[in-house]
């Protein structure tokens, strides 16, 4: 019995190493889920939450709205609009929670600076901290730019996460946010 140990042991962990080799093979890999601003995420269902509400119009569906950027060049047709009034001073929000490691926010920006003011002041807060801040001073042209990433995180702590884009700020400008979509992985 110790023969044929003695003769199939050296042959044991080549063959165990090219069967490891041969087996298939699994990989991760982040996927990049697009949210956009008035449509659930696909994959939780998780909306993007706006406050106050009566202070953000669905803009494809509004024909009062001052901003009137091109419909067909924002993901999927829409856009969420909101104006900070310093002299009204409320707090506009959107809100958006999600699973990962990885977020972009992407908005669509005036570049007029009348009729609507095109200068946008937004400041971004991750699980309730300062993340970072956005400011678009419009040249006076009657454009919109498209997909502007206005926020962009790639190295987030994987796990569940709670962001927050607050339009304007106390004692700020007037600030215009068109919120077109959201990308995390």
């Known amino acids: 019995m110790s023969s044929i140990l003695s003769i199939l042991f050296p042959w044991v962990l080549p063959l165990l190493s090219l069967a490891a080799f041969l087996l298939p093979q699994t990989y ?3 996927v990049n889920v697009t949210v956009d601003d008035a449509h659930p995420d696909p994959l939780t269902g998780i909306s993007i939450t706006y406050a106050p509400l009566n202070a953000w119009t669905l803009d494809s569906d509004c024909s009062t709205c001052v901003a009137t950027p091109d419909g067909s060049q924002a993901y999927m047709g829409t856009w969420h609009d909101t104006t900070y009034l310093p002299e009204v001073g ?7 929670q999600f699973n990962g490691s990885a977020l972009y926010v992407y908005c669509i920006t005036a ?10 002041d937004m400041l971004f807060f991750l699980d309730g901290e300062p993340a970072g801040s956005y400011e678009h001073i419009a040249p006076g042209e009657p454009t919109y730019d498209y997909n502007v990433p206005v926020y962009s995180n790639p190295s987030i702590a994987p796990g569940f996460h709670t962001f927050v884009l607050q339009n304007g700020q106390t004692g700020g400008q007037a600030s215009l946010a068109l919120l077109d979509y959201i990308v995390y992985s």
């Open 28 to 30: 991760a890999a982040l």
């Open 90 to 96: 409320t707090v506009l929000s959107a809100t958006f």
């Open 111 to 120: 570049q007029s600076t009348s009729a609507p003011d095109g200068n946008s």
